[in-house]
């Protein structure tokens, strides 16, 4: 294990230097469109608001935030000139942000000001930490010196907003055709919104609809960049970040927080020009796309196993240990080979084990993954999966992640992830998705997104102390204060679906802002707080989220089992070290409906799969599989691979066996601990769930009859990914301790019994003359030159 | 015996057996934030069993996951703790819900550890067992289990009648005498030690003074228990099961004697904290240390290499036996007629050979099957319950093969010659020989008891000793009356000495629960005893009353 740290981490100082040197070069990069006034800002905004969007509803809503925001950014304006910024002097970064940025600063500082008397022993003990990483920061920094111009974004920044978000939705569902799911997406969001409003009328004053952020999302860089600094040079590639953290309370007591941090780059890494200018983008990951030809890229880590039965599911699932799976372009000749070089530079990118992923362990899928984002690749010659489930996450995995978000672990939401509080948690993931989407609704050129996401659950009873009570300070034991500057948008949403008026737990600061959203086939309502608008924060300039069940007689409530609509289950049957049979159970707890769901298992090939053996059944009965894909291992150079599309049946457990038998491992083979056993990665289950709000039939929901009576079409399925369980399996494995017995037995016998005896057989002896005297020796020196015997 | 032949009061008895609180477990566990469970299993025996008065089982497991924090379910810890009517063991299930409690806040864990309260002791282990590895090979009904932890480690089975103890008895014989890890044993020790509990093995506190004659025949005494204990090849615990399935398990049993010093039933908590914390942090399963050995106390043992010589000295006697009468067939003495013509014996039909063999190996089979089948034809008959039925059917058969050289003599050609007695004697030897190194090898305790009975009469039966004599001595060294004196010596050897009266009813009630445990948990005693040990004793019956 050691050594395969020092690998990685050898790999990480390669890359590292890779990246200072390629930054050297961006240093001396001429610096545009830094002059910037606060009549501009205002301009903009007077501008942008007669060409809102032309919803009538909305617009009144945002109105007063938006009035509220500019109040508070003179205000934070005025305070800068009174005060001098000695902030400054420490945090070097934040004045290079500031002579790009001058009004976006000030009320930064004002709340780093604040922030530093709330948390001053803190910030040094962030600080100490953090050191190593400034270097590393400033280049980073220093590529954002290159302001650019935000006319266009200003314009394309709505559409852009709305087709992103049907991306997300549309491209997880690849197995349904494209064209008929879009127009889905279409009718539904209508639908939506018009149900919103109706609801919106009735019990949400202040309800702002989830399109709507585009709005405050448009505010802070109009603010930061005045569209009037005319471009000098054409107009480089726009970015954008965006940083939201989703707080969901489970069934079971415990809470589940995930960050997604989103990058959008116009740059078009598969043209032909090369994309050297590097600004909130990771330089690294950009560097590596470009070099490899990756068209996707999706890497997840994670340390612990997803609980469907407690937890529901995932917003991003993934199994445990480490995950790799990348599509290529098609120009890219030896797959293969760039394979095996990408797996290398990522672990060195993310000081993790992937240099372990060579043939043995990689398999190409042939329907299981497709790619997520636009793009129709059929091909899978161009896909690599492999998975590591050994793979263990800690720190050293978190620091180079967090090293890729614009902000660093400096401002925004960034700033919660410490290890000490994130790895003291029942489940961590972390993953970084690479994938080109739209870039405008015709889709006629595409941009490219990197997803960083990072989920954790923290556990009632150990992080909790057994009491229901949450905030983010217990959680992650620091509370916000600013947004990442760099962000255009910065959210926190707190599912607030099971609590619609307060009866469970109390959720404060309060806040106006509700939205809806259809996750996963249901319908969840969150609570909003927008860290760019100072209002959130409220007057103790720190946002502390708490939420605290009502029921304080009663803080312990059993965790009572789910029943998700689609879980799984498996595991090795059988005893004895020669043969097995691996079972898969999936179940099905729709009440009437079946649907089909796509089954990926690779097995390493020391476990001899016996494919005659495969048996699918369901409810006692043969379940023919409508869709095999098997290509059979061979020894020490590729897995098994099974793919498999099942029906499942309404309200059943379908099992799949195969029985397999152990191989006996030549002895060089075997791992330091042998007797640990051998890692099975995760089987993926990947399938279109009928949704729950489809399921609704009693129509509890408040919905007119006419709209209810034909099952709809809206969100009656979704894509849903789900990992099993990784098996551990031990092989039949030789006492290593019985040859290094037999070893020293044989070496001591030799040495003191042969070795002793043939000394005396071969040594002649001599008989030992004592030193001749001084007289004696200059005697002999004489006789020597006269030519006499020595005496 | 005979408590069950009344229909009435047998139903009655099930009905009080099935007690076990389940909704209550259930709730209890979940309010302690574990992942909660039932199985459900059914069992018919195949005739009633006395001793623990059941017939038809049903019965429900309960059992909680405490997921690890941060752990992909690969890898699981359990504790189990019977939960049986009556006061024999109320104390464990309290201790494993308060460590269940505790264990659960906190961070440290990396594998996932199972709490399981079972039902019908043995029973509902084999139904929980069987259920989690989904394998049958009993025949037992169980419904099939809903989330599991992985490839489960090590496992610690908890029996505690009273809420304080003076010592923990430490037990670690399983099924056809598998033992777990030495380190497991070693385990113990050592956190007894640090803890300060008093800790045996049979129930017999380890001593010092291994110099003194008094010191040194404790030992023995502590060692020829566990002997005993292995040799009889059933599970002496609810861990004994586990050792099939490659987990290291053992029971620990609480002991309340008069002794003045308690333990309080926190300490063991400690303990048991303790262990499993060990044992969570290990990378690997237990495999570095010992799965042979004999303990003379908790501290010492004795190691495969000590007594395997032994027993291969008592072995060799087989072998050199054989070569032997090889060398007497290959270079056949001539005798001299009256004509002065050398006459070379004729070498025995294959036919003389083969009877006996067959014979004898046919009893054995009947020694198998018909107890168990022919008990309803035996209920109808004498007035004898179906436990009664089957030990005296099987009592009888045996019994019954003693006649069997006369029978086998009529079926024989012609008269049996010397040569014949001879190659079936090399045969039975050899017989004997493969036989006792296979079983010492699986289970050495009852390799070694089989020897020293069998080994001797083996190497000195003919047709040519006195006949009366020899008939007593071997059927004083049969394998049915060597177990008849092993009863009576573990007796002795616990300090509980039964009256002959008793001894007999122990002995009979012995042979039921050997017949049990091989129907149930798949016990090798009973079929070894009945189809191989049996019949080869029967070939020397033959010899000797070779004509």
Not at chain 1, 377 to 394: G, K, Q
Not at chain 1, 584 to 600: E, W
Not at chain 2, 312 to 331: E, K
Not at chain 2, 386 to 411: D, F, K, M, Q, S
């Amino acid at each position: 294990m050691a050594a395969r740290r020092c690998l990685g981490l050898w790999f990480f100082l390669i890359t590292l230097c890779v990246v200072s040197t390629g930054a050297d070069v961006l240093h001396t990069t001429p610096v545009t469109g830094t002059e910037s006034s606060a009549a501009g800002t205002e301009t903009v905004v007077a501008r942008e608001l007669p060409e809102a969007p032309s919803d009538p509803g909305e617009h009144t809503a945002a109105e007063p935030t938006r009035e509220g925001e500019q109040n508070d950014r003179t205000r934070g304006g005025e305070q800068t000139l009174g005060q001098p910024t000695r902030e400054e002097e420490q945090e070097q970064e934040k004045t290079r942000e500031g002579e790009q940025t001058p009004a976006q600063p000030t009320r930064e500082e004002e709340e780093e000001e604040e922030e530093q008397e709330q948390t001053r022993g803190e910030e040094e003990f962030t600080r100490e930490e953090e050191e190593e990483e400034l270097t590393r920061e400033e280049e980073e920094l220093t590529t954002e010196e290159e302001e650019l111009t935000r006319e266009e974004e200003e314009q394309t920044r709505e559409e852009e907003e709305l087709t992103t978000e049907e991306e997300e939705l549309t491209t997880e569902e690849e197995e349904l055709t494209r064209e008929e799911e879009e127009q889905t997406r279409e009718e539904e969001e209508e639908q939506q919104t018009t149900a919103q409003q109706e609801e919106q009328t009735k019990r949400w004053e202040a309800t702002e609809l989830e399109e709507e952020h585009v709005h405050d999302a448009a505010v802070p860089p109009l603010a930061g960049d005045p569209p009037a600094a005319d471009p000098p040079s054409p107009p480089p590639s726009k970015d954008d970040f965006q940083e939201e953290l989703v707080i969901r309370p489970l069934h079971s007591g415990d809470i589940y927080a995930s960050f997604q941090f989103r990058t959008v780059w116009d740059a078009d890494f598969m043209g032909d020009q090369k994309v050297s200018h590097y600004r909130l983008f990771p330089k690294s990951l950009g560097q590596v796309i470009t070099k490899f030809s990756v068209r996707e890229l999706h890497i997840s880590f994670t340390q612990g196993y997803w609980r469907t039965m407690q937890w529901g599911q995932p917003y991003l699932p993934s199994p445990p240990g480490a995950e790799l799976w990348v599509w290529f372009q098609d120009t890219v000749t030896d797959v293969d080979g760039t394979w095996k070089e990408l797996t290398n530079v990522l672990s060195g990118i993310f000081c993790a084990s992937l240099n372990f992923i060579d043939s043995t362990n990689t398999v190409q899928p042939s329907a299981s993954f497709k790619p997520l984002g636009i793009g129709n690749v059929t091909d899978h010659s161009f896909l690599r999966y492999a998975t590591l489930p050994r793979e263990i996450v800690c720190t050293e995995n978190l620091t180079p992640w967090k090293k890729l978000l614009p902000c660093g672990s400096k401002a925004g939401l960034s700033v919660l992830l410490k290890s000490e509080k994130l790895f003291h948690s029942t489940f961590h993931s972390q993953a970084v998705h690479v994938r080109p989407v739209c870039q405008d609704p015709q889709c006629r050129t595409t941009s490219m997104e990197l997803r960083q996401t990072l989920n954790v659950v923290f556990d009632l009873h150990t992080s909790g102390q057994g009491k229901r009570e949450w905030s983010l300070f217990k959680m992650f034991s620091r509370t916000l204060t600013e947004a990442c500057p760099l962000a255009s948008s910065s959210k926190v949403y707190v599912d607030v679906t099971d609590n619609p008026q307060g009866e469970q737990f109390e959720l404060s600061p309060a806040t106006p802002l509700l939205t809806q959203a259809v996750v996963l086939g249901d319908r969840r309502t969150y609570s909003v707080y927008d860290l760019t608008q100072q209002a959130s924060f409220g007057s103790s300039r720190s946002l502390n989220m708490l939420l605290r069940w009502k029921n304080s007689h009663n803080n312990v409530v059993p965790p009572v089992m789910l029943r998700p609509l689609l879980h799984s289950e498996r595991y090795v049957a059988g005893y004895g070290l020669q043969a097995g049979e691996i079972h898969t159970l999936i179940y099905n707890h729709h009440p009437y409906r079946a649907f089909p769901v796509l089954l990926l298992s690779a097995v390493p090939w020391y476990l001899r799969l016996y494919i005659h053996t495969l048996t699918v059944s369901s409810k006692g009965k043969d379940n023919r599989p409508s869709y095999i894909h098997y290509q059979p291992s061979k020894d020490r150079e590729r897995p098994h691979l099974l793919e498999m599309l099942l029906q499942l049946p309404p309200n059943s457990v379908t099992e799949v066996t195969v029985e397999f038998e152990r191989a006996l491992l030549k002895w060089t083979e075997y791992t330091p601990d042998p007797n640990h056993g051998f890692y099975v990665g995760s089987s993926v289950i990947s399938a279109l769930v009928p949704s729950v709000v489809a399921m609704d039939t009693n129509s509890t929901l408040d919905r007119p009859l006419f709209s209810s009576f034909f099952p709809c079409k809206e969100e009656a399925s979704y894509f849903m990914r789900v990992y099993t369980e990784p098996l551990l399996v031990n092989l039949p494995t030789p006492d290593f301790s019985m040859p290094y017995n037999v070893i020293c037995l044989t070496c001591t016998v030799v040495a003191v019994g042969y070795g002793s005896l043939y000394n005396l057989l071969t040594r002649t002896f001599q008989v030992d003359e004592p030193s001749p005297g001084l007289a004696k020796r200059i005697a002999n020196v004489i006789r020597r030159f006269r030519g006499v015997p020595l005496l | 015996m005979g408590l069950l032949s009344d229909p009435n009061r047998r139903r009655a008895l099930i009905g009080m057996l099935t007690r076990m609180p389940v909704d209550w477990l259930v709730r209890t566990m979940q309010a302690r934030g574990l992942e909660v469970y039932t199985q459900r299993f059914s069992r018919k025996l195949p005739f009633p069993d006395e001793d623990k008065e059941r017939y038809m089982v049903k019965g429900t497991n309960v059992y909680g996951i405490l997921r690890a924090p941060r752990a992909p379910r690969t890898e699981a810890l359990v504790l189990s703790a019977p939960c049986s009517p009556g006061n024999e063991n109320n104390q464990a299930v309290g201790i494993l819900l308060g460590l269940a409690q505790y264990f659960r806040s906190q961070i440290y864990w990396a594998k996932d550890i199972i709490f399981l309260v079972n039902e019908h002791d043995l029973i509902g282990m084999q139904a929980w067992l069987e259920g989690y590895h989904h394998t049958n090979t009993t025949g037992m009904d169980w419904s099939p289990l809903q989330g599991r932890g992985g490839s489960i480690q090590a496992a610690l089975s908890l029996e505690l009648s009273s809420d304080v103890v003076t010592s923990l008895d430490l037990v670690l014989e399983g099924l056809n005498g598998q033992l777990p890890n030495l380190d497991l044993a070693n385990l113990f020790y050592a956190f007894c030690q640090k803890i300060g509990v008093l800790c045996t093995t049979q129930g017999k506190l380890p001593r010092n003074d291994w110099d003194t004659t008094s010191g040194y025949s404790h030992a023995v005494q502590t060692m020829m228990l566990m002997v005993l204990k292995q040799a009889s090849s059933r599970p002496w615990g609810d861990h004994g099961l586990f050792l099939r399935y490659h987990i290291e398990a053992a029971s620990i049993k609480g002991v309340n004697s008069f002794r003045p010093y308690k333990t309080d039933a926190t300490t063991v908590g400690r303990l048991l904290e303790g262990m499993y914390r060990k044992l969570n942090n290990l990378l690997e399963r237990l495999h570095q240390s010992y799965f042979f050995y004999l303990m003379p106390s908790l501290t010492r043992f004795v190691s495969i290499g000590y007594y395997m010589p032994a027993f291969g000295l008592l072995a060799l006697i087989l072998l050199l036996r054989a070569l032997d009468l090889w060398v007497q067939l290959s270079s056949p003495p001539t005798r001299t007629t009256e004509d002065g013509v050398e006459v070379v014996p004729a070498s025995p039909g294959v036919l003389s050979i083969l009877t006996p063999l067959v014979i004898s190996h046919l009893t054995g089979v009947a020694l198998y099957t018909l107890p168990v089948l022919s008990q309803e034809l035996a209920v109808e008959h004498f007035p004898v319950s179906e436990t009664e039925a089957v030990v005296l059917t099987a009592i009888a058969i045996y019994t019954a093969g003693l006649a069997l050289p006369h029978n086998t003599h009529r079926l024989l050609a012609g008269e049996g010659t010397e040569q014949g007695w001879k190659v079936l004697k090399l045969v039975a030897v050899l017989y004997l020989a493969v036989l006792l190194g296979c079983t010492a090898l699986i289970n050495f305790s009852l390799g070694f008891i089989l020897a020293l009975t069998l080994v001797p009469l083996a190497a000195f039966i003919t047709p040519h000793v006195p006949k009366t004599l020899s008939a007593v001595v071997m059927v004083i060294l049969s394998p049915g009356l060597t177990l008849l004196f092993a009863v009576f010596f573990f007796q002795e050897l616990q300090e509980t000495p039964v009256t002959l009266q008793e001894g007999w009813m122990l002995y009979l009630s012995v042979i039921s629960q050997g017949i049990l445990d091989h129907a149930l948990y798949g016990s090798l005693l009973y079929p070894l005893a009945a189809l191989l040990v049996y019949p080869c004793w029967l070939l020397f019956w033959n010899i000797l009353f070779w004509k």
